[in-house]
Nanobody
Framework: QVQLVESGGGLVQAGGSLSLSCAAS????????VGWFRQAPGKERDFVAA????????TYADSVKARFTISRDNAKNTVYLQLNSLKPEDTAVYYC????????????WGQGTQVTVSS
């Protein structure tokens, strides 16, 4: 099992930046991929970005491509999500979750961190 804790959310003006962290404990951190998701009020949870266990492969939702950057530091058991050029529509609770080898689903979701972008 994995325990994931997100942090770094807050209130920022449109065009601003935030850096989110997802700190992991439990299972060997470098053995699984990690994804970031977000859920806005009244909407379903959407995929944002993911990174492979080594950090060598990343993928992004089209809506955040070129604005957000996912990275990981396996020595610190942490995945980061850098949010730049934020827009009001980026307002949501951001979650991280683990994707284990051979699994099709993300597991062990964190509690989320709120990102609010004002216009």
């Amino acid at each position: 099992q994995v325990q994931l804790v997100e942090s770094g959310g807050g209130l920022v003006q449109a065009g601003g930046s935030l850096s989110l962290s997802c700190a992991a404990s439990g299972r060997t951190f470098s053995s699984y991929a990690v994804g970031w998701f977000r859920q806005a009020p009244g909407k379903e949870r959407d995929f944002v970005a993911a990174i492979s266990w080594s950090g060598g492969s990343t993928t992004y939702a089209d809506s955040v491509k070129a604005r957000f950057t996912i990275s990981r530091d396996n020595a610190k058991n942490t995945v980061y999500l850098q949010l730049n050029s934020l827009k009001p529509e980026d307002t949501a609770v951001y979650y991280c979750a683990a994707l284990f080898e051979g699994s099709l689903d993300y597991h062990d979701w964190g509690q989320g961190t709120q990102v609010t972008v004002s216009s």
